[in-house]
């Protein structure tokens, strides 16, 4: 009655295209549960518990008096607020701060995206996020998570001791290694936010492949992204940080288009009738089957049901 009442859903009124069949299904259950998979998880995937980027950008911009119309840009906003302020960490310490001040997910959720990732034998997880929730995740489900940040300006510091060990070059389903791409919360300065930390970040990414150093991306982190299929949640492919970052990837990691990947994505929300949201969906999934991707339309708590159901339980 309550859904009745509030009306039907995106995917009750619009058929979903290019959606995943079944043998994608049964590739990606086999993959997770192998071991031969590596997530990739992006703002979405903590939704209900954090605030969204646009959500999050348009709180600051009015916090920060951001004089244009697209203040749903986090990165062009945070840009604004570096120039007005004249000071980047101060500005992420306020984007740091108000995160977490945020709550904890409900990792008994069956459509906790965190809470069922840790639950597969994988042995890295890739994230942009700022959170620690897949560290809480795999440490309630009893794993022993090693974290490290990606040294992507000089700043922040590159984890020596973590990758000179095995636990850093070989990381194990029960100690895996956790690797923030855009820094963390426990350190302001070391969070990718503002376009120019984007640039920063996709140049010294270039450099630091065409170099041969492996700073940016060890091996292990290497290997997870080359060696095995991605599983994109929380992501969408219209946004400017998904593209951005993973077109940077393919340029300087051409093995990631090898496998063939899954992306968890929101229907388009700008269109307006059922006809608009189907020739953008075909658009979106003809221009990204180049970069071999798969997709998922829907929420990250919708995949994760549909993925429980399909296994029958939990992993």
Wanted: with cysteine.
């Amino acid at each position: 009655r309550a859904r009745a009442a509030a009306g039907p859903t995106l995917r009750e009124v619009v058929p979903c295209v290019h959606d995943m069949g079944e043998a994608e299904w049964e590739r990606l259950i086999d993959q997770l549960r192998s071991g031969d998979c590596t997530p990739f998880l992006g703002s979405g995937a903590c939704a209900g518990t954090l605030p969204t980027g646009a959500a999050l950008s348009r709180d600051m911009a009015r916090r920060w008096d951001y004089p244009f119309d697209d203040d749903h840009d986090l990165p062009r906003v945070t840009q604004f607020a570096v120039m007005r302020y004249g000071d980047s960490v101060y500005v992420k310490r306020r984007i740091c701060e108000t995160l977490g001040a945020g709550g904890t997910p409900d990792f008994m959720n069956p459509g906790e995206p965190h809470a069922l990732l840790a639950g597969f034998p994988l042995p890295v997880y890739l994230t942009t996020n700022y959170d620690d929730f897949i560290f809480q995740s795999l440490r309630a489900a009893g794993k022993n998570p090693n974290v490290a940040v990606c040294p992507w300006n000089r700043g922040v510091a590159y984890a020596e001791d973590l990758f000179s060990g095995e636990a850093g070059w070989n990381p194990q389903p029960d100690a895996p290694l956790i690797y923030h791409l855009h820094g963390n919360l426990h350190d302001p300065a070391s969070i990718v936010l503002a376009e120019d930390d984007y640039l920063e970040f996709l140049t010294n990414l270039a450099v630091d492949g065409a170099g041969g150093s492996q700073r940016m991306l060890p091996a292990s982190i290497l290997a997870a992204l080359t060696r095995r299929p991605l599983l994109f949640i929380g992501y969408s492919l219209q946004d400017w940080t998904f593209r951005v970052l993973f077109h940077g990837l393919l340029k300087a990691v051409p093995g990631i288009n090898r496998r063939r990947h899954v992306s968890v994505q929101l229907a388009p929300s700008l269109a307006r009738t059922k006809a608009d949201v189907l020739q953008v969906q075909r658009q979106l999934a003809r221009y990204y089957e180049d970069w071999r991707i798969s997709i998922f339309w829907g929420t990250a708590e919708e995949f994760c049901r549909e993925l429980r159901r399909r296994m029958g339980s939990a992993p």
